[in-house]
T-cell receptor, first 113, second 112 residues
Framework: DTEVTQTPKHLVMGMTNKKSLKCEQHMGHRAMYWYKQKAKKPPELMFVYSYEKLSINESVPSRFSPECPNSSLLNLHLHALQPEDSALYLCASSLGLANDEQFFGPGTRLTVL | GENVEQHPSTLSVQEGDSAVIKCTYS??????FPWYKQELGKRPQLIID?????GEKKDQRIAVTLNKTAKHFSLHITETQPEDSAVYFC???????????FGTGTRLKVLA
């Protein structure tokens, strides 16, 4: 398996809902990332896990909660989101060292009503 | 802070012509420069990258050049085809960090 996969592809949620985004890779990569991408903008880094430990949190609001259960899986738990959080959420992975090539998943298109 | 400027923001070329996208970075410690192609509704795909120990890298119709002194790098696409139409992002990174600094993107349209 040479791809990063993400589920669901689309998600619509209300501001009081709790939902989770999932990301999986079986390439043996040890670094995994969450990005947020707004239309016509570059991806914006949210979190980085390196060897299952949170390495970077780009001052993301606590309504976004990342989790890395094992080296192949990455979750993003969502709670009490705002309409401005609507975006494409991208997962990426890389071998494990900093400054490696990052490979992106297809993303989850999130709409917050 | 660290910054990557990317130009132009939009680029239209006739099929078969060449396209060039330029990026300038601010952090002289940057030493890794990937380029991503993102088609509408799709994931960003790594199409080529270059590290600071080389000045040029080529892969079929795509090439990247790096000028460390001027702190800029460029993507060159030759013999463009309609399927090259997409948004292209450059990025810069450095040893010891997982963070990419992305450019603002270039929308390339190849006209048939």
């Amino acid at each position: 398996d040479t791809e990063v996969t993400q589920t669901p592809k689309h998600l619509v949620m209300g501001m009081t809902n709790k939902k989770s985004l999932k990301c999986e890779q079986h390439m043996g990569h040890r670094a995994m990332y969450w990005y947020k991408q707004k239309a016509k903008k570059p991806p914006e880094l949210m979190f980085v896990y390196s060897y299952e430990k949170l390495s970077i949190n780009e001052s993301v609001p606590s309504r976004f909660s990342p989790e890395c259960p094992n080296s192949s899986l990455l979750n993003l738990h969502l709670h009490a989101l705002q309409p401005e959080d609507s975006a494409l959420y991208l997962c990426a992975s890389s071998l494990g060292l900093a400054n490696d090539e990052q490979f992106f998943g297809p993303g989850t298109r999130l709409t917050v009503l | 802070g660290e910054n990557v400027e990317q130009h132009p923001s939009t680029l239209s070329v006739q099929e078969g012509d060449s396209a060039v996208i330029k990026c300038t970075y601010s952090d002289s410690a940057s030493n890794y420069f990937p380029w991503y192609k993102q088609e509408l509704g799709k994931r960003p795909q790594l199409i080529i990258d270059i590290r600071s120990n080389v000045g040029e890298k080529k892969d079929q119709r795509i090439a990247v050049t790096l000028n460390k002194t001027a702190k800029h790098f460029s993507l060159h696409i030759t013999e463009t085809q309609p399927e090259d139409s997409a948004v292209y992002f450059c990025a810069a990174s450095k040893t010891g960090t997982y963070k990419y600094i992305f450019g603002t993107g270039t929308r390339l349209k190849v006209l048939a």
